[in-house]
Nanobody, 126 residues
């Protein structure tokens, strides 16, 4: 059983930056591919970024490419989401998620992920 805890959310002005962290426990972190998802009020949960178990493969949804970067530190059992040039439309609850992976690719569908954090609120003011 993998336990995920997000941190780093908050209120920031448009154009600002935040770094989200997700600390994992309860499993061998390097066996899990990781993802960040977000859900805004009244909208469906969407995939933001994903990273393979060894960090060599990453995915970023089109709306965040060039602004957000996912990374991981397997020695610290932590995955990060660096968010720059934030926009009001980035406002959402951000969730960290994990699935046990036997490959070095990534999946972006929420249904592929077995473990989820409690979420952290990101609010971008205009």
């Amino acid at each position: 059983q993998v336990h995920l805890v997000e941190s780093g959310g908050g209120l920031v002005q448009a154009g600002g930056s935040l770094r989200l962290s997700c600390a994992a426990s309860g499993g061998i972190f390097s066996n899990y591919a990781m993802g960040w998802f977000r859900q805004a009020p009244g909208k469906e949960r969407e995939s933001v970024a994903a990273i393979s178990r060894n960090g060599d493969s990453t995915y970023h949804t089109d709306s965040v490419k060039g602004r957000f970067t996912i990374s991981r530190d397997n020695a610290k059992n932590t995955v990060y989401l660096q968010m720059n040039s934030l926009k009001p439309e980035d406002t959402a609850v951000y969730y960290c998620a994990a699935y046990h992976s036997r490959s070095y690719g990534v999946k972006t569908e929420a249904m592929s992920y077995d473990y989820w954090g409690q979420g952290t609120q990101v609010t971008v003011s205009s």
